[in-house]
């Protein structure tokens, strides 16, 4: 939890940097949110090294509060490099269709992105997998559905940024490994 009166935004990092398996996944419950928050990777050192996450000037992939998807990047200090991503979320459906006389043809429909799927709230359980082999970021919450999120800078580590006093997540799980069990996914 942040410390009553305590008046900018922290960060909380977690995890080593230099793990030897390729995936990682963690669990965390939102015990409190009152103000902004992101939850995503980010490279060290930070620039700046406190205030909102989205407002980085290093690399980091976030989810915030609200279900968008932010990617930050080195910039100027007036000029950081904000994108705000609209990712395809994992699934979606093959149709296969044939037509007499011309023959078939197979149609991929994706699922759309809906942020409120992703948003999150007081009690919301939040999974997110690092692959550090093909450099993405996996995020799910409360069981809805994944989104899958590329170019994760090497070495990037997980972490949670909020700002009123109170507010708090719990990490109630980590997995590193080759792979992940399937009662896991």
Not at 36 to 46: N, R
Not at 144 to 156: D, F, Y
Not at 170 to 178: M, P, T, V
Request: glycine residues 8%; positive net charge.
């Amino acid at each position: 939890r942040k410390v009553p009166g305590a008046s900018t935004a922290t960060y909380v990092f977690w995890g080593d940097p230099r793990a030897a398996y390729p995936l990682s996944r963690w669990t965390i419950r939102i015990d409190k949110k009152r103000s902004a928050f992101y939850i995503g990777v980010a490279s060290l050192p930070l620039d700046p090294p406190e205030g909102f996450a989205k407002y980085l000037q290093s690399h980091a992939i976030m989810l915030s509060d609200s279900g968008n998807v932010f990617m930050t990047q080195p910039g100027t200090p007036r000029n950081p490099l904000l994108d705000k991503i609209v990712p395809v979320p994992d699934g979606g459906k093959k149709v296969r269709v044939e037509i007499p006389l011309l023959g078939t043809a197979t149609f991929a429909a994706k699922n759309k992105y809906r942020k409120h799927r992703f948003a999150f709230k007081d009690g919301s359980i939040v999974q997110m997998e690092l692959d550090r082999t093909h450099s993405t970021v996996r995020f799910c919450v409360d069981k809805k559905q994944w989104i899958t999120l590329e170019e994760v800078p090497p070495g990037a580590r997980p972490f949670l940024n909020f700002f009123t006093p109170g507010d708090g997540a719990s990490l109630l799980a980590a997995e590193d490994g080759k792979t992940i069990p399937e009662e896991l996914q």
